[in-house]
């Protein structure tokens, strides 16, 4: 025999939350979008330099293909530059710049802004490159 108490039925299982509807996800998910953006400057980079390669994609003719990767640089530098901007913000609430190594999550972050920059850039080389290929021959 133990001595160990039997669990009573009623406090097995937890209450669940309550699940937020689907408008409510979006809503939240427009809101930090939105928060992301507006507070930081980088973004006016980014979108610049995604409206010059998207009047670019558009003069020299850029296929749908081509304009898939196109759009998809573009989605992977603002995704990173949205986690950058999610990490600095955490970093500033939690003053973890004062504690050792605490500069390093956001020169990271950034790294990986840059990283993710530098790939696309590439990436939209190639492309334009081939395009110009085609249009020379």
Do not use: Y
């Not at 749908?64 to 986690?83: D, K």
């Amino acid at each position: 025999m133990s001595d160990a108490p039997e669990p009573s039925d009623d406090s097995a299982t937890p209450a669940s939350p309550r699940r937020r509807s689907w408008p409510a996800k979006f809503q939240d998910a427009f809101r930090g979008l939105k928060l992301g953006v507006r507070g930081h400057s980088s973004f006016f980079v980014h979108f610049f330099v995604a409206t010059v390669v998207l009047a670019a994609a558009a003069t020299f003719g850029i296929d749908w293909v081509g304009w898939c990767i196109l759009f998809g640089c573009i989605t992977a530098v603002i995704v990173a530059e949205l986690f950058n901007s999610a990490i600095e913000v955490l970093c500033r609430v939690l003053e973890i710049e004062r504690l050792p190594n605490g500069k390093a999550p956001l020169d990271i972050a950034a790294g990986a802004v840059l990283a993710t920059s530098i790939g696309a850039s590439i990436i939209g080389a190639v492309v334009f490159a081939v395009r110009l290929v085609e249009m020379s021959r």
